[in-house]
């Protein structure tokens, strides 16, 4: 049959627009579909780009590699949206005890990861307010991604071409055909999912994170910071504080909890004052190893979510090889937690495709 696409993708958060680009960049003509849902992570993602572990200062899986197939990606988008998007910044750690800052210590002795981090100080004059009796250390290659200011920027392209619907696609609006998948009046030879916790497929974990965004007068920080929850600097005293998280009751939305433990944290770290100016959540998909999920689900189907907390991170480097697979039958690559460091959560679960690639549309 004639299709009027060559790929249909359902979402069109983190995942969705970081492979809808991928795929468009490779000449595809995409159509995408996104419902206006309550609860979607990436509307309120704080959009931090981090290639450390903070839990256990160890290097996320494939740190370098992620980190300047990301830079690259984002970079581009800018000069092709012309909007600003990627900021590269650096991010201080304070230390919350004398433990804490020894270990910092002994992973620099690490060559492969005294790469991404540094001893302080590091010279911001917001920094220097807050208390920090044991010091803090600095990731060196971290930053920041609009990634709201990306969505839009995509979305508004993609309607004005008519490649864009608000239209909600339940289990019944999708017809499999023999050569096909038709969504309501679309059509494509390749469906890919990338709902997230809209659509919970085998692996899947839905997770509620809550944060909040405050101004603190006088602070004057600007660059990235990690006490217990991570801090980004909008300008003008503004930062967004995230963020929560919560395996129970996920759709519940914001909690009194969940902003009084966010306060609890701003107010340990700043004594001036602290105007509340926004409480917010959403629920991402994780998963049950906290690795993504990406690959076929069928011969006309496939799938990318799972990408949690590091979704900016991880988002280009999954799209491209996903795309290599769907597109040019090549394989995923191997079983990759055997090169993440015990298992840390930055790895990756690449799902090996039981099902040929189609021909290329």
């Known amino acids: ?43 309120v993602a704080a959009g931090v780009v981090n290639p450390i572990s903070m839990r256990r200062t160890v290097l996320a899986w494939r740190a370098s590699e992620l980190l300047a197939i990301a830079g690259a990606f984002y970079r581009e988008l800018e000069l092709d949206y012309e909007t600003e998007l990627w900021k590269p910044l650096q991010m201080a750690e304070i230390f ?125 920080m600007n660059c ?30 914001r909690t009194d909890e969940g902003k009084r433990l966010m306060l609890d944290r701003v107010e340990r770290l700043w004594s001036g004052e602290i105007e509340l100016l926004d409480h917010w959540s959403g629920v991402r998909p994780g998963s049950k190893d906290r690795r993504p999920i990406l690959g076929r689900i069928s011969e006309r189907e496939a799938v990318l979510t799972g990408l949690g907390s590091r979704g900016a991170l991880l988002a280009p480097w999954c799209a491209e090889h996903l795309a290599d697979h769907l597109l040019d039958g090549k394989p995923l690559p191997a079983q990759a937690a055997a090169g993440c460091r015990g298992g840390d959560e930055g790895g990756l679960r690449l799902r090996p495709s039981a099902y040929p690639a189609p021909a290329t549309p």
């Open 1 to 43: 049959m004639p299709f009027t696409h060559d790929a249909i993708i359902i979402g069109h958060g983190m995942a969705g627009t970081v492979l809808c680009e991928t795929l468009m960049g490779r000449g595809l003509r995409v159509m995408v579909f996104d419902a206006d849902l309550e609860g979607r992570a990436s509307w």
């Open 96 to 220: 919350p005890t004398a433990q804490e800052a020894a270990i910092w210590q002994l992973r620099m002795r690490d060559p492969e990861i005294n790469r991404m981090i540094g001893n302080g100080p590091m010279h911001d004059p917001g920094l220097e307010k807050l208390p920090q009796p044991y010091g803090h250390g600095i990731v060196l290659r971290s930053g920041w991604l609009n990634i709201r200011a990306m969505i839009d920027a995509q979305r508004a392209r993609l309607r004005s071409e008519g490649s864009f619907s608000d239209q909600q696609v339940r289990d019944e609006d999708i017809r499999r055909m023999s050569d096909g998948i038709a969504v309501h009046e679309s059509s494509a030879p390749l469906l890919i999912h990338c709902s997230g916790a809209f659509k919970l497929l085998p692996g899947v974990v839905p997770v509620r994170g809550e944060g909040i965004t405050v101004r603190m007068r006088g602070l004057g």
């Open 224 to 253: 990235l910071l990690h006490r217990g929850a991570f801090v980004v600097p909008r300008g003008d005293d503004v930062y967004r504080i995230g963020s929560t998280f919560a395996w129970d009751n996920v759709w519940n939305g």
